[in-house]
C-alpha cells in the first residue's frame, strides 16, 4: 500500500458570514499534497468565499485553516501559494510580459528566472501575443496571463476560483489541460467550478457544496456509492403497470433493486410476454449533484 499522503491543507469548521449572510456554515476538508480537490455547488453556495478564505484574502469567522504547514492569517502563507480570483482585472495598459515580471518581482523572484516561468507558462497555455497591451485582449487571453500570474512564485499550492468559467470551448480545453499538467507535476490544487464534466475530468476528490454547508466529499466513486443509487431498466414486450411504451410494443419499466426487476418479470409472464432486457444505470456527478442540491443549478 503507499504511503499516506501529508496533508497540505486542512480546513475545519470554517465558518464566514457577511453581516446577516451566513455564506460558509461549517466547512471541513483535507487536500493531500499532490490532490486536486474540486469544490462544485449553485451559486451562492459558498465556494469563492471559501477559497478567498483558504488564499488569506478574507478573515475566518471562525475555524482554523492551515496550508503548508502555515496558519491562513499568517502573511508568509501567501507567498507559499497561488491564487486566481473569478474575477481577475488586470492592469490594462500593461503587457504580459510586464505584468508577469511586476509580479514576479513582488515575489522577489530574480528576472531570469521569471522570465523562464513566464515563457513557459505562457507557451504552454497557448498565449503567443505577449507585447500588446492586455486591454486589448480577449476574456480568454486575459484569463490565461490571469493564470501564469497564479504560477510566477512557483507555488506549491494553487487555488483557482472558476478558471474555465465564461470561456469559450478551445480556451476551456487549454485551461483544463494545462490544470491537468499542473497536477501530474505534483502541484496541489483546490479549484470551483460550475461546469461538472471538468471536474469529473480533473479531480481526485470533489466536495457539493450548499448552503454554506458540504452536502457530500469523497472521490467520485465514494460519492456515487453514498449518493448514488442504481437504477435498473427493465424492458418487457407487453405492458405492465408503471411501464412508458419506448417503441411499439416495447416497454420500459425502472426500478432500483433487482427484487424489483423480478416483480417486474413476474407481471410480464403474466400478462403472456416476458422480460426481454435489462440496462443498468448507476447515478453520475450531475444526478448526485441535482439529488443533494435540491436541483438547484
Ligand atoms: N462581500 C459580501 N457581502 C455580503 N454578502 C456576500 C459577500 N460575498 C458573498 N456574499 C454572499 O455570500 C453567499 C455565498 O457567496 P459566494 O460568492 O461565496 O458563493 P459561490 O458559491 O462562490 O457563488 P458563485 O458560484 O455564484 O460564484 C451568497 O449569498 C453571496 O450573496
Do not use: W
Given at each position: 500500500?503507499p504511503?499516506?499522503?501529508?496533508?497540505?491543507?486542512?480546513?475545519?469548521?470554517l465558518?464566514?458570514?457577511?453581516?446577516?449572510?451566513?455564506?460558509?456554515?461549517?466547512?471541513?476538508?483535507?487536500?493531500?499534497?499532490?490532490?486536486v480537490?474540486?469544490?462544485?455547488?449553485?451559486?451562492?453556495?459558498?465556494?469563492t468565499?471559501?477559497?478567498?478564505?483558504?488564499?488569506?484574502l478574507?478573515?475566518?469567522?471562525?475555524?482554523d485553516?492551515?496550508?503548508?504547514?502555515?496558519?491562513?492569517s499568517?502573511?508568509?502563507?501567501?507567498?507559499?501559494l497561488?491564487?486566481?480570483p473569478?474575477e481577475?482585472?488586470l492592469?490594462?495598459?500593461m503587457?504580459?510580459?510586464?505584468?508577469?515580471?511586476?509580479?514576479?518581482?513582488l515575489?522577489?523572484?530574480?528576472?531570469?528566472?521569471?522570465d523562464?516561468?513566464?515563457?513557459?507558462?505562457?507557451?504552454?497555455?497557448?498565449?503567443?501575443?505577449r507585447?500588446?497591451?492586455?486591454?486589448?485582449?480577449?476574456?480568454?487571453?486575459?484569463?490565461?496571463?490571469?493564470?501564469?500570474?497564479?504560477l510566477?512564485?512557483?507555488?506549491?499550492?494553487?487555488?483557482?476560483?472558476?478558471?474555465?468559467?465564461?470561456?469559450?470551448?478551445?480556451?476551456?480545453n487549454?485551461?483544463?489541460?494545462?490544470?491537468?499538467?499542473?497536477?501530474a507535476?505534483?502541484?496541489?490544487?483546490v479549484?470551483?467550478?460550475?461546469?461538472?464534466?471538468?471536474?469529473?475530468s480533473?479531480?481526485?476528490?470533489?466536495?457539493?457544496?450548499?448552503?454554506?454547508?458540504?452536502?457530500?466529499?469523497?472521490?467520485?466513486?465514494?460519492?456515487?456509492a453514498?449518493?448514488?443509487?442504481?437504477?435498473?431498466?427493465?424492458?418487457?414486450?407487453?405492458a405492465?403497470?408503471?411501464?412508458?411504451?419506448?417503441?411499439?410494443?416495447?416497454?420500459?419499466?425502472t426500478?432500483?433493486?433487482?427484487?424489483?426487476?423480478?416483480?417486474?418479470?413476474?407481471?410480464a409472464?403474466?400478462?403472456?410476454?416476458?422480460?426481454?432486457?435489462?440496462?443498468?444505470?448507476?447515478?453520475?456527478?450531475?444526478?448526485?449533484?441535482l439529488?443533494?442540491?435540491?436541483?438547484?443549478?
Amino acid at each position: 500500500m503507499p504511503a499516506a499522503r501529508a496533508n497540505v491543507l486542512s480546513v475545519s469548521g470554517l465558518t464566514k458570514t457577511y453581516g446577516d449572510v451566513e455564506a460558509v456554515r461549517g466547512v471541513d476538508f483535507d487536500v493531500a499534497d499532490g490532490e486536486v480537490f474540486g469544490l462544485v455547488g449553485p451559486n451562492g453556495a459558498g465556494k469563492t468565499s471559501t477559497l478567498k478564505t483558504l488564499a488569506g484574502l478574507l478573515e475566518p469567522t471562525s475555524g482554523d485553516v492551515v496550508v503548508n504547514g502555515y496558519d491562513v492569517s499568517d502573511p508568509e502563507m501567501r507567498r507559499t501559494l497561488g491564487f486566481l480570483p473569478e474575477e481577475s482585472p488586470l492592469y490594462e495598459d500593461m503587457t504580459p510580459r510586464s505584468y508577469l515580471r511586476f509580479f514576479a518581482d513582488l515575489y522577489d523572484v530574480d528576472r531570469e528566472t521569471a522570465d523562464e516561468r513566464i515563457a513557459s507558462a505562457l507557451d504552454r497555455l497557448d498565449l503567443d501575443v505577449r507585447d500588446r497591451p492586455v486591454g486589448d485582449f480577449s476574456k480568454g487571453m486575459k484569463r490565461k496571463v490571469a493564470i501564469a500570474r497564479s504560477l510566477v512564485n512557483d507555488p506549491e499550492v494553487l487555488i483557482y476560483d472558476e478558471p474555465a468559467s465564461g470561456l469559450d470551448p478551445t480556451t476551456t480545453n487549454v485551461v483544463i489541460e494545462f490544470t491537468r499538467d499542473l497536477a501530474a507535476q505534483g502541484k496541489t490544487i483546490v479549484f470551483s467550478a460550475h461546469d461538472l464534466h471538468h471536474v469529473e475530468s480533473v479531480c481526485d476528490r470533489v466536495a457539493i457544496v450548499a448552503d454554506g454547508r458540504i452536502a457530500a466529499k469523497g472521490t467520485l466513486a465514494e460519492i456515487r456509492a453514498d449518493h448514488g443509487r442504481v437504477e435498473y431498466r427493465v424492458f418487457t414486450d407487453v405492458a405492465v403497470p408503471d411501464a412508458t411504451e419506448v417503441e411499439d410494443g416495447r416497454y420500459r419499466t425502472t426500478v432500483e433493486s433487482m427484487a424489483g426487476v423480478d416483480d417486474v418479470r413476474e407481471r410480464a409472464r403474466a400478462a403472456g410476454g416476458d422480460v426481454v432486457d435489462i440496462r443498468t444505470r448507476e447515478s453520475t456527478l450531475e444526478d448526485v449533484f441535482l439529488a443533494v442540491t435540491g436541483g438547484r443549478e
